[in-house]
């Protein structure tokens, strides 16, 4: 944790602002693993995003691209718009996949505030979704993002980007 904290504090010091634990009450951010952060803090196409916990847990970790390694994905705020979105760290990745937040992905939108809940929708056959086509065979683990009572959704990778399945609506 001291290598973010320093590494932060450089990162402020020469005016840029990246998304790390300065986002989030001390009691959240220091659960947040060390690789997440000094990703987040490094990449300078994050700069514009703040990490938001407005649900919880605000952040998972699977094995989202199905190589065998854990990777992470937080919330995230576009600091400009307000709009709401995931990043998506791939272990040993430099940078983070940006999903919604002021990005247009999928049925989503740009903007994923309507989202309520979420969770790891493990590797495992998905059921037809609705009006949807082909279910698609997950090359890993997927994200479930829920509006409750309305609608739902898998985020996953299909092995060269993420991709939105709808589930309910």
Same mark, same amino acid.
């Given at each position: ?50 990490? /938001? ?30 709009? /709401? ?60 993002? /829920? ?23």
């Amino acid at each position: 944790m001291r290598s973010a904290l320093i590494l932060t504090t450089a990162i402020l010091a020469f005016g840029a602002s990246a998304a790390g634990p300065d986002d989030l009450p001390f009691q959240l951010s220091s659960s947040l693993p060390e690789t997440l952060l000094r990703v987040l803090e490094s990449d300078p196409r994050t700069k514009q995003y703040a990490l /938001v916990a407005h649900l919880n847990p605000f952040y998972l970790h699977g094995d989202f691209n199905g190589d065998g390694r854990t990777d992470m994905a937080v919330l995230v705020k576009n600091k400009d718009s307000g709009k /709401v979105g995931v990043a998506i760290l791939h272990a040993g990745a430099k940078a983070a996949i940006i999903l919604g937040a002021g990005r247009q992905f999928g049925n989503g939108g740009d903007d994923f505030s309507w989202m309520d809940a979420w969770h790891l929708y493990p590797r495992a056959p998905v059921e037809r979704g609705a009006g949807e086509g082909t279910a698609p065979k997950l090359k890993g683990d997927a994200l479930m993002v /829920v509006k409750t009572e309305s609608a739902s959704a898998l985020i996953y990778w299909n092995g060269k980007r993420y991709a939105w399945y709808q589930q309910g609506d």
